[in-house]
């Protein structure tokens, strides 16, 4: 009552009887909910009332009637406000779904008091489970021993694990699978499984922490203990004492995860290379080391370079070692502060330090900060360092000049007077334009200065004056100087297209700073965009949708199509024409057009890798992939996984591209019978073998063989014979390699290698040995290296360095094949007495031997007197060598060519080389291949030598008979004047007679020359004069001698059936020339059917209707195939 007249006092409305009664009651029972059967009968029959009462303390459900724990609304105010309430609920309503959906995300432990079947239900259940794991233990039976729900509960929680029924829990495969999805619910297993190696070994290797719930006897386990480690560094804290002082374990760790380095041992935490590992990684594993290690200067460094920090767990007396401090300052400028006092207020060290790093000045004492010569060193190494300068320093011009020319941004710390002075002021905006917003007003309106600062750096002009930025003068110098100054210029210049294009030329993206209307300006643009393709971006949309002005933009920049409209990126024919002026845009194809076949095959033509731009379904398209491939292996990665475990499509890609198979399936490349296959099309195909697969004997023995195969046939396509291209290379590489070993002083490689691998590849025309690829077990195999080296030479230079030291074995090597020489080890190659013995046995072995012994006149002599070709191998002295020279040319002629140009302008050498091989002349000096004699010999060992003489003695008579009398074809050689000679021609024709077409025409009329060259070759009746093609004497001698002859000669003896006979009973296939009327007679073509099964189809249609006559062709070809089966051995006969 008086608060009642109080609120009247006070004009406040006055609450009913009523309405304050029910606060009353409800605030009670919020306090305490077995106060409800006080409530007056009213309030507990009223709906209302007891709907609010539940909401503010459901505790209130068991006191209400029966009826309202019914009541499907009253329950669910109850247990959205506390679901454990569903306890008191009317039964039929723990069966509801919603309420009790809504009782278990009030609280999951309202499960409990959910009807059976909703404890049954496993999508009810699991929504509980996502709530708390531990619901599991609420659930059916049935949910809890079926292991599908349980593996699905454990997803959310392992904690659902340990309400599992006894029997799941007693399975090991439920148990694998469950640390499978959760390794950590290893925890709730029985312990029969904490202590089964393959399910904590299941568990570790997915979550090391799993570790801890693992039985102590496999946590001494060291496999599972680094399985652990692997996954999870500091799980090694769960480990057995014994292997947390396991220093291979503990390095594992501490190499991954640093903070391990806490739980290794004692005596670990004192290993200095365990520490070193961690510290590496993050220096604040320092805190970790033992106490003898934090004072060590290379773990001290290393884990300073991460975080200097870490000082302060460094004893102090280390903290002022001088050297020591030194080194971590110059690693980390920030251990200045960590340095001890006495070292801080050291001015030499301080001195030295700044030098190193100016930074450190912020660390130094305060004396320092104020002395001349620290503070300019400082700031000499880093401008930045002016702001620790004292205020009398950031006041001294020199200090200040000096930091600024290494960093403009220094002038804000400088004095406010010499942030005024005009030459520090341009010093500092040269370095950076922004330092002008530290000069005064004065500066920033005046002109000059202005246009000096712009000059040096245009972004300068964002901090001049608005009158200045109006000025197209001054706008242009700083665009000129920097093109996105054009930004901060006034909108008035920003649509001068001078001014846009002086800064357009500089960078195109300066354009997005110009008006629209300059963009809109098609002639402007055209000409921007030509400069400056990027430009295309801020066209119109008509410029954009210009085919031709995009294709040019397109051909200097890819990125160009991104910018063309959609219209033009989904014209197939002008993607098509992209592709071929820049391949690489493809990324910005349509999606649609990339679906397109013929654009994509086009496309990865030219850039494999551009196969990632492509749909799943055209990387399943075998043709599209392989052509990626072709051009880039790599490609691979990118196709379907179906098409990397294809066999046949890997063996057509490893055909185009032997690299591809670095990328296919691991089946594939342990697949023996696949890999030989690999290997049959490229021995190369080893190296991406199996390592099973490169022990194989036979797969090994096979890539070797194929890529020497390969390498030959490589040789013969390219036309290189032992005197062409090959030995070019060979002799620059053996000089390259004499030049590097004298440079360097020594050819031995920190490997063990003869000279650099580079010699080696170059000498073997760039290839290497399959045998590169082999495991190590094949490569310390004696008897298998040396049927390598057999095969490759360069095998030996990928065998095990115990091979190419045993002297015996490298000897046995040199029996098989010299050259294999060069893959012995250096002690070998540079024995002399050693060298001298093997040179005897194959003088190539000389290409192996070290630089000094190749210049030593026995061995070479040695060499080259087994065999000539070794002279390739000798050192420039030796090639100059008379004795040596004169040795090789006589064993073999073309080591002419790899004499000295002195030796082989000497006459006694050059006798020598051309009387073995004719053709050495070609290597001879001018002076010798006009000398007559030397010429003479030459000629007379091969007339083709003629080919290389002087021009005056190709027209010496008695030469060019010595050359035609031995090869005819030399008459190509011979002077004007002797092919017009009757007798050196009638010479050169009875030697050859297809030499005819080189005589003057005079005698290609001379009948007796004619036949003279008929009777050695028929076919040079084809340079014989018409007249003589008409003389049936000519043509008759021409057809016995070949039969094919008849082609040439005139069209009348071509009708004379004696002639055609004769041409047909020599060679059948000369029926393809007799005249016409002569295919209707049975006699010429029977005839030809003796040597010519196929003679019946150019036979006339009449007869080859004529029964008769076939019949007896067949006949006449049975008897000539016995008649010639009988003639010759079994074997053959067979094969006829």
């Given amino acids: 009552q008086q608060q009642q007249q109080q609120q009247q006092q006070q004009g406040s409305p006055v ?48 006191f209400l009637d029966a009826s309202y724990r019914r009541d499907a609304e009253v329950v669910m105010a109850a247990v959205r406000r506390e679901g454990l309430s569903l306890r008191w609920a009317d039964e039929e309503l723990r069966s509801s779904n919603r309420i009790a959906a809504a009782a278990v995300r009030s609280d999951w432990k309202a499960l409990e008091f959910a009807s059976a079947d909703l404890k049954a239900d496993s999508n009810f259940v699991m929504a509980a ?160 080391a033992s106490s003898r290690l934090k004072g060590d200067a290379d773990v001290m460094q290393l884990a300073v370079k991460t975080n200097a920090s870490v000082l302060k767990y460094v004893d102090l007396t280390v903290r002022e070692d001088k050297d020591l401090m030194r080194a971590l300052i110059s690693t980390n400028p920030a251990a200045m502060a960590y340095a001890g006092r006495s070292l801080r207020c050291d001015r030499q060290f301080t001195l030295q330090i700044v030098r190193v790093n100016g930074e450190a000045l912020k660390a130094a004492d305060d004396a320092f900060r104020n002395d001349p010569e620290v503070v300019f060193a400082a700031v000499s190494q880093f401008g930045g360092a002016l702001e620790f300068a004292s205020d009398t320093l950031k006041n001294d011009r020199e200090v200040v000049m000096r930091a600024v020319s290494r960093q403009g941004a220094a002038l804000v710390h400088a004095s406010l007077s010499l942030r005024n002075d005009r030459t520090i002021l341009l010093e500092a905006i040269a370095q950076d334009g922004s330092a002008l ?133 989904n014209d197939r024919d002008f993607i098509l024409r992209v592709l071929r002026t820049n391949s690489e845009a493809f990324e910005h194809v349509s999606e649609a057009l990339r679906e397109d076949r013929s654009v994509a095959l086009g496309a990865v033509r030219t850039n494999g890798m551009l196969l990632e731009y492509l749909s ?93 195969d390969a390498a030959a046939a490589q040789e013969e396509d390219g036309h290189a014979s032992f005197c062409g291209i090959f030995q ?61 080296v057999e095969i490759d030479p360069l095998a030996l230079y990928f065998a095990d360095i115990s091979l190419r030291e045993d002297m015996n074995f490298v000897k046995r090597c040199v029996q098989k094949n010299g050259l294999s020489f060069i893959g012995a080890a250096p002690k070998v190659t540079g024995q002399r007495s050693f060298v001298l013995s093997i040179v005897k046995i194959d003088g190539r072995a000389l290409a192996g031997a070290a630089e000094p012994l190749r210049g030593d006149k026995e061995i070479a002599l040695a060499a080259v007197q087994a065999r000539g070709d070794a002279l390739i191998y000798c050192t420039e002295q030796m090639r100059n060598n008379m004795e040596v020279v004169l040795a090789a040319v006589r064993i073999w002629g073309p080591a002419l060519r790899f004499a000295s140009d002195a030796l082989r302008g000497h006459r006694e050498v050059v006798m020598a080389a051309v009387s073995t091989w ?35 003695l190709t027209d010496d008579k008695e030469l060019v008979l010595a050359a035609v009398n031995l090869w005819g074809a030399a008459l190509e050689y011979a002077s004007k004047r002797l092919r017009s000679d009757r007798h050196v021609v009638l010479a050169a024709v009875r030697r050859w007679g297809i ?52 082609a040439h000669a005139a069209q009348s003896l071509r009708d004379d059936k004696e002639i055609a006979l004769a041409a047909v009973r020599a060679r059948g296939q000369a029926l393809r020339y007799v005249g016409r009327h002569l295919l209707s007679d049975r006699e010429v073509v029977l005839a030809a059917a003796q040597t010519w099964g196929s003679a019946l189809t150019c036979a006339s249609e009449e007869l080859k209707r004529d029964e008769d006559f076939v019949r007896k062709i067949l006949q006449t070809r049975s008897t000539a195939v016995s008649s010639a089966a009988a003639s010759q051995p079994l074997s053959q006969a067979e094969g006829s």
């Fill in 15 to 62: 609450r009913s009887p009523g309405k304050d009664e029910r606060a009353s009651l409800l605030a009670k029972l919020e306090i305490s909910p077995d106060y409800f059967p006080n409530v007056p009968v009213d309030y507990q029959k009223s709906k209302e009332f007891i709907m609010a009462a539940a909401k503010r303390n459901p505790g209130v459900l068991p």
């Fill in 129 to 288: 489970l996502r709530l708390d794991g531990d619901a599991m233990q609420f659930a059916a039976s049935a949910l809890r021993s079926d292991p599908t729900f349980a593996l699905n509960a454990l997803k959310l929680d392992s904690a659902a694990l340990r309400w599992c029924t006894g029997v799941l829990l007693e399975n090991k495969q439920f148990a694998l699978d469950a640390v499978a999805i959760s390794p950590l619910s290893l925890e709730h297993l029985p312990p029969q499984f904490k202590s089964d190696r393959d399910v904590v070994l299941t568990a570790v290797r997915i979550n090391g922490f799993a570790l801890q719930y693992a039985s102590s006897h496999l946590r001494e386990d060291p496999e599972v203990v680094l399985e652990a480690i692997e996954r999870t560094p500091d799980s090694l804290g769960f480990a057995s004492a014994g292997l947390r002082a396991c220093r291979q374990i503990v390095m594992r760790a501490v190499s991954s995860s640093p903070s391990a380095l806490e739980l290794a041992s004692t005596g670990l935490k004192d290993d200095k290379e365990v520490v070193l590992s961690a510290v590496r990684h993050c220096g604040f594993a320092l805190k970790f």
């Fill in 437 to 569: 917003a530290y000069g005064s007003e004065e500066l920033r309106r005046d002109r000059d200065f202005v246009m000096s600062a712009v000059g040096v750096n245009g972004l300068a002009l964002q901090y001049v004056t608005p009158e200045l930025k109006v000025d197209k003068q001054v706008v242009l110098r700083a665009v000129r100087s920097k093109a996105t100054a054009l930004e901060h210029a006034d909108s008035r210049l920003k649509r001068d297209r001078e001014t846009v294009l002086a800064a357009v030329l500089l960078d195109g993206q300066a354009l997005a700073y110009a008006l629209e209307s300059v963009r809109n300006d098609d002639i402007f643009m055209i000409s921007a965009i030509a400069k400056q393709p990027c430009v295309l971006q801020f066209a119109g949309e008509r410029l954009r949708n210009n085919a031709e002005v995009v294709l040019g933009a397109i051909k200097s920049d890819k990125n160009a199509l991104q910018w063309a409209t959609q219209n033009l990126r």
């Fill in 616 to 708: 799943p379904k055209l990387r399943e398209d075998q043709d599209i992939v392989l052509a990626a491939v072709t051009s880039k292996a790599r490609a691979l990665e990118l196709a379907s996984p179906e098409l990397r475990r294809n066999r046949d499509f890997l063996l057509a890609a490893s055909k185009r591209n032997v690299e591809a198979l670095r990328y296919a399936h691991e089946s594939l490349l342990s697949n023996k019978g696949f890999v030989i296959a690999a290997l049959e099309l490229n021995g190369n195909a080893l190296l991406f073998a199996s390592s099973a697969l490169r022990k194989d004997r036979e797969v090994v023995m096979l890539a070797i063989r194929s890529v020497v």
């Fill in 728 to 788: 070019d290379t060979l002799v620059a590489s053996l000089a390259a390699h004499s030049n590097s070993t004298r440079l360097s002083g020594s050819a031995t490689s920190s490997n063990g290698n003869n000279g650099s691998y580079s010699f080696i590849n170059r000498l073997f025309g760039g290839r290497t040995s399959a045998l590169a690829a082999a495991s190590e077990e094949l490569r310390l195999d004696a008897n298998f290296v040396l049927q390598a």
């Fill in 918 to 952: 004719g053709l050495a002349l070609q290597h001879a000096a001018d002076p010798m291949r006009a000398d007559r004699e030397v010429v003479l010999a030459a000629v007379t060992n091969d007339g083709l030598a003629l080919l290389h003489a002087a021009p005056r």
């Fill in 995 to 1046: 030499s005819l077409q080189f005589a003057d025409d005079s005698l290609r009329g001379d009948k007796e020359i004619v036949l003279a060259a008929l009777r050695t070759d028929g076919l040079s009746l084809s340079y014989a004069t018409k007249d003589l093609k008409a003389d049936r004497e000519v043509v008759l001698t021409a057809v016995r001698t070949c039969g094919s002859s008849l």
